[in-house]
């Protein structure tokens, strides 16, 4: 699918502020998107986030650069 100039900032406009300034997400964040997992993949709701996440890379480099966060 391509997009116009246009579109593209549209969809990025309308998502940015769901990402985290450090790429860690938020516990609301990693449950809604096991939520859309749940409706689209067949994973269970119930998955603990750390089945399917690990943000101990993202963490570490968030401590060297306390001023990004």
Do not use: H
Not at 2 to 7: E, F, I, N
Not at 22 to 28: F, K, L, S
Not at 52 to 63: C, G
Request: hydrophobic share 45%.
């Amino acid at each position: 699918m391509a997009l116009s100039s246009a579109q593209g900032m549209k969809a990025y406009d309308s998502v940015k502020d769901t990402f985290s300034r450090n790429g860690i997400p938020t516990e609301e964040q990693s449950k809604a998107y096991i939520a859309m997992l749940a409706a689209t993949a067949g994973v269970s709701a119930d998955l603990p986030a750390a089945t399917i996440f690990d943000f101990s890379l993202a963490a570490a480099a968030a401590k060297e650069l306390p001023g990004k966060q």
